[in-house]
């Protein structure tokens, strides 16, 4: 993962887009990136959904790949070690959500789920 943002990072360099007030502009995008994606699957059961996904299935791979990207730069322009972010995420999402709690369940707690956030 780190290699990759390195990469992001060299890529942006030389194009001189490594600027951090690009952010707000990179958060928009990932916004705009996830319209056209809900757009393909929305209001159908998840049956059709799936059905969609697998006809689609390059349009969907390179919505993954933008959200990286965007993500990765992101955590570029932040100072943002991103293996190390994920790593931390992991190692919280495994307190908060206890297998043997959780296997089968949502998190939402207001409908019943488990999260042990404090």
């Not at 290699?3 to 995008?29: C, E, G, H, T, V």
């Not at 994606?37 to 790949?65: M, S, Y």
């Amino acid at each position: 993962m780190k290699n990759i943002q390195d990469q992001i990072q060299k890529f942006d360099d030389a194009r001189d887009w490594s600027n951090p007030s690009q952010i707000k502009d990179l958060l928009l995008n990932m916004n705009e990136e996830i319209g056209e994606f809900w757009n393909l699957i929305k209001w159908v059961d998840a049956p059709e959904q799936q059905r969609l996904i697998k006809e689609n299935k390059e349009e969907v791979a390179n919505f993954i790949g933008d959200m990286v990207f965007l993500i990765l730069k992101i955590a570029h322009l932040c100072g943002v070690d991103s293996e190390q972010a994920i790593k931390e995420v992991l190692t919280e999402y495994e307190k908060r959500f206890p297998v043997e709690q959780t296997k089968g369940r949502h998190a939402n707690k207001k409908a019943g789920g488990i999260d042990l956030k404090s």
